[in-house]
């Protein structure tokens, strides 16, 4: 070959390479942005891989919540994950690590699809908070570790509210979740003299008795709750006040069967609510649900031992209550003091209407079914006539064992507002021990049997009441 076509050639190679050079670099460029454009993703950021062959696929429309919450690295930092131990919490079960979730808290709410992680393997003490919003959306709290409030009522700082530990305030798209545990320090607060004790020889006596609820929710919407482990609360495990679409899923809630005032999951004021796939064993209802609550459905959940799964109290000091629309399925209730229950003050007004529980297990529970329009905290409740109005009750295969102490079923409804739209079908509840079946209770309860119950629920009328009440008051 000669000189010239030498040259020539080098010519054009020195071309095809000046044209292939700003290609690979824009493919780079275009996909590092692409990647910190991205939203709802829970994993950290990388950095993009030398060549395009090795570029993991994404997805085109991630769901605004993440469906994997745990990252890759716990250790790493960049602009989606905020560890609290990089802002000084120091995890080691006696600091205190307040300020540092804070700061950890309002870094990330300015962020949208940021995770603030507690990392595994720590213990992280922290005092009363409220973790305000509004945040940017798809806001998670991962929880990996073990995350606890001071050991106790004489521990507890004196500038703190005793009344709620961590309160989420006016949050939206937010997800609290993790594989790690929420610890309520509760032993100590269950021990103050003012606690009522329901021990053969317990007691109680006058005095201050705050104790604060562990987890609340105030004023919030689109949340998801799941995954957790919470346990030994002082009082309330949760609770969800002037919230609407609300998923709790996958939790394990347990505190002794003794410990008092120590509900679950209690609601109030709130709209379509799901409760799925959890486990609560605790010293008062596993499910309590307030005044003010619609369109809630609960699947999957297995209680005891505990008070049971509870509509109420309502109406107490003459308020209003209503609730409606609420679905209770396929689910275990053992070695608890009631089953499934609706329990209203006298004196109230409003109703609770559209109710459904269906497909429910009892193991040796006391008062499995239950309507209590009588209930009342001491002896002293006086008799009123204006009640809530309960009515359009649905109890679809209830089965299991019942305690003896107490008939399986007893409707104890209002004196003058009768309850009403009973319905009763494959219901079979055999005592625990004993071959002694007792016949249920009823008081002014209207409804039917679609099918023979067992026991025979001969005590429930047919039909509606002759005189019905003024319904304007009970109207919601």
């Known amino acids: 070959m000669d000189l010239a076509h030498v040259c020539f050639f080098i010519w054009i190679l020195a071309i095809l390479t000046f044209y292939q050079h700003p290609i690979n670099v824009n493919a780079r460029y275009h996909y590092h942005k692409k990647q910190q454009k991205t939203k709802g993703s829970p994993f950290i950021d990388e950095a993009p891989a030398p060549a395009p062959a090795l570029v993991p696929s994404t997805s085109a429309d991630p769901p605004s919540i993440p469906s994997d919450p745990y990252p890759t690295d716990p250790g790493d930092t960049s602009d989606c994950i905020f560890d609290v131990t990089a802002y000084g919490a120091v995890g080691d079960g006696s600091s205190d690590d307040t300020a540092a979730f804070r700061e950890a808290w309002k870094a990330a709410c300015s962020v949208e699809s940021a995770t603030i992680l507690v990392p595994s393997d720590n213990i992280f003490t922290i005092t009363s908070t409220i973790f305000s919003g509004p945040c940017k959306p798809g806001l998670v709290l991962q929880v990996n570790g073990v995350l606890m409030p001071p050991k106790g009522p004489d521990c507890w700082p004196k500038a703190d509210s005793r009344k709620q530990w961590l309160v989420f305030y006016r949050l939206d798209d937010m997800k609290l979740t993790g594989n790690g ?30 104790s604060p609820a562990m987890i609340r929710f105030f004023m919030s919407s689109n949340i998801v709750v799941s995954g957790l482990r919470v346990q030994n609360s002082p009082q309330f495990h949760m609770k969800f006040d002037g919230c609407e679409g609300v998923l709790i899923e996958e939790l394990s809630i347990s505190t002794p069967k003794l410990s008092p005032n120590t509900d679950g999951i209690h609601i109030e004021n709130t709209k379509s609510v799901g409760i799925y796939n959890s486990m609560i064993s605790n010293g008062d209802d596993c499910i309590s649900i307030g005044p003010g609550c619609s369109n809630v459905d609960i699947n999957g959940v297995t209680c005891g031992p ?10 107490v000091h003459n308020s209003q209550a209503c609730v409606s629309n609420i679905t209770v399925r396929n689910a275990v209730i053992r070695e608890s003091d009631n089953g499934v229950r609706i329990k209203t003050w006298q004196g109230g007004t409003g109703s609770v209407s559209g109710i459904s529980f269906e ?61 009403t739209n009973i319905t009763m079908a494959e219901v079979e509840l055999l005592p625990q021990e004993g071959e002694l079946v007792d016949d249920p209770f009823c008081w002014n309860a209207y409804g039917i049997e679609e099918t023979l119950s067992i026991p025979p629920i001969g005590c429930l009328q047919e039909g509606m009441p002759q005189a019905i009440t003024e319904t304007s008051q009970y109207s919601c």
Not at 306 to 315: A, F, M, P, Q
């Open 306 to 315: 505990s008070h049971g799964i509870s509509i109420g109290s309502l109406g």
């Open 181 to 210: 545990t929420i610890e309520g320090n509760g032993h100590e607060w269950w021990e103050l003299p003012c606690k009522p004790h329901r021990g053969p020889k317990g007691s109680s006596l006058p005095g201050p008795c705050e």
């Open 359 to 419: 497909n429910i297990q009892m193991e040796n529970v006391r008062n499995c079914i239950i309507v209590d329009q009588y209930y009342c905290l001491s002896k002293e409740c006086l008799n009123q006539t204006s009640a809530v109005y309960v009515t359009d009750i649905r109890y679809k295969n209830i089965k299991g064992t019942y305690d003896v102490r107490n008939p399986p079923i007893h409707f104890a409804c209002s004196d003058t507002v009768a309850c």
